[in-house]
């Protein structure tokens, strides 16, 4: 099967034009969400979402976190649905995200929100769904609809809704241009995707690691590679990595890192850099098979590893974005050689319902 033939290669590379038009959509939410939050003094956010939004939600976290300074915490939609809490979240904003909006367990954390007096934010691709309905402000990814069982592009709208949201909460314009950046870097990452695709075709496993603001598109590699390809994969913080998992390390075992140029903070490139080599170095020794998806090639190239070269953007939140249509380009490619049809993976629908 052509990859280039598949729904989600279609819908994967629709990306840049979403990403280009969502801060006019939005706009005026994202202000009257900011004015919610500075009347009420709100300091802390909790966020509920599953799978490949949740994925988002992490990078909302650090992105947030490191901008702001204003905690951010991951939910368990389970304490709600399943164990029946009243969560204390009447201080809090609260963030359901999910690309149908019909999560049921992402729905209940929010009408809790609402009843104890949270300022709640919905996260969805459809205007209509009951999320979207029930929070108190809906963002809207606005991304058409997606047919793939694989979510592409609506991960990325929701990547950049979380960009627009952090800067509205510091009382800033966004005015990064993510879809002109991809626009220009996209040769860069198809060629990157295909070169990794090669040398996985036949592979039963793997490990993705990444650090920070990053650690979300480990993650969401580690689930593209398992929905679409079947294969093995697993996710870490590079720094939990250290902590035990690190022992499953032996020779031939593929490892891929992401590793940005830029940081966030003002000066910390540098100290970013040799932690993102120290756990390539970590890899090597053990005998890895290691790959390094990096818009910094000149970094690594004492390393030993196979590196990937791509286009990214002026900061580690940019060239996220890269690193997420890479991914999604490597997993579509992956999926087609082996005979599977990522558009359709077995025993999983388009919409999940978990409760």
């Known amino acids: 099967m052509n990859c280039e033939s598949t729904l989600m290669w279609k819908e994967l590379n629709e990306t840049p034009e979403i990403v280009s038009g969502l801060y006019q959509r939005n706009a005026a939410v994202l202000e009257q969400i900011r004015e919610a939050v500075e009347s009420r003094a709100i300091a802390s956010i909790y966020t509920a979402a599953r799978g490949t939004s949740d994925h988002a939600m992490l990078y909302l976290k650090y992105l947030c976190e490191i901008e702001s300074g204003i905690p951010v915490a991951s939910g368990a939609p389970s304490v709600v649905t399943l164990y029946g809490s009243a969560l204390r979240l009447g201080n809090a904003l609260v963030i359901g995200c999910s690309q149908s909006g019909k999560a049921a367990d992402v729905l209940e954390v929010i009408r809790a929100a609402n009843a104890c007096g949270g300022i709640t934010v919905a996260v969805t691709n459809d205007e209509r769904s009951p999320l979207a309905q029930t929070a108190q402000y809906h963002l809207y990814c606005d991304a058409g609809e997606e047919k793939s069982v694989a979510a592409t592009k609506t991960f990325c709208s929701q990547l950049y809704l979380s960009m627009l949201l952090v800067s509205a909460l510091k009382g800033e314009r966004c005015d990064r241009q993510i879809g002109s950046m991809l626009k220009c870097a996209r040769a860069s990452l198809e060629r990157a995707a295909f070169s990794l695709a090669e040398r996985f075709v036949d592979a039963k496993e793997c ?136 558009d359709v993976p077995r025993a999983l629908n388009k919409v999940t319902i978990t409760r």
């Open 207 to 342: 490990f993705l690691l990444a650090r920070g603001v990053s650690s979300a598109i480990a993650f969401e590699c580690g689930l593209k590679l398992q929905e679409t390809c079947y294969i093995r994969a697993r996710a870490f913080h590079s720094s939990d990595f250290y902590h035990g998992p690190m022992a499953m390390i032996e020779s031939g075992t593929k490892v891929i890192i992401f590793s940005s140029k830029h940081s966030l903070a003002g000066g910390s490139d540098e100290l970013r850099r040799e932690d993102d080599r120290k756990c390539a170095k970590k890899m090597r020794d053990l005998g890895a098979d290691l790959y390094i998806i990096t818009d910094q090639a000149e970094a690594f190239q004492d390393i030993g590893a196979t590196v990937l070269s791509i286009e990214g953007g002026k900061t580690e939140a940019e060239t996220v974005f890269a690193f997420a249509m890479t991914i999604q380009m490597f997993a579509c490619k992956v999926s087609c050689a082996k005979g599977l049809n990522p």
